[in-house]
């Protein structure tokens, strides 16, 4: 069983920033993608972003490309999510992930989930 465990979240006004960590405890396997996602209100869980086991590939949702960064500590079971110029429409629950198979952009492909850290941008 793989655990995670989110942090960094909290209220931030618009144009500010934040860095999202996870740490990955328990059984640990090599090899895995790690994304982040996130979900507003009556809203579906959708992608933000998700980085290779080596951190030398990364992707990115059109919706937060140039202002996110996704990155991998050197251990490799850290990962985390640079915020910056946020804008309202980033205020959502937002979630780390571990791959499992399939598609890095849907949440179907992904086994492992966090609790989730709430990130609430102000106008």
């Known amino acids: 069983q793989v655990q995670l465990v989110e942090s960094g979240g909290g209220l931030v006004q618009a144009g500010g920033s934040l860095r999202l960590s996870c740490a990955c405890s328990g059984r640990t396997v090599s090899g895995y993608v790690m994304g982040w996602f996130r979900q507003a209100p009556g809203k579906e869980r959708e992608f933000v972003s998700a980085?290779?086991?080596?951190?030398?590939?990364?992707y990115y949702a059109d919706s937060v490309k140039g202002r996110f960064t996704i990155s991998r500590g050197n251990a490799k079971n850290t990962v985390y999510l640079q915020m910056n110029s946020l804008k309202p429409e980033d205020t959502a629950v937002y979630y780390c992930a571990a791959h499992n198979s399939g598609n890095y952009y849907s949440p179907s492909g992904y086994g492992y989930w966090g609790q989730g850290t709430q990130v609430t941008v102000s106008s």
């Open positions: 980085v290779s086991w080596s951190g030398g590939n990364t």
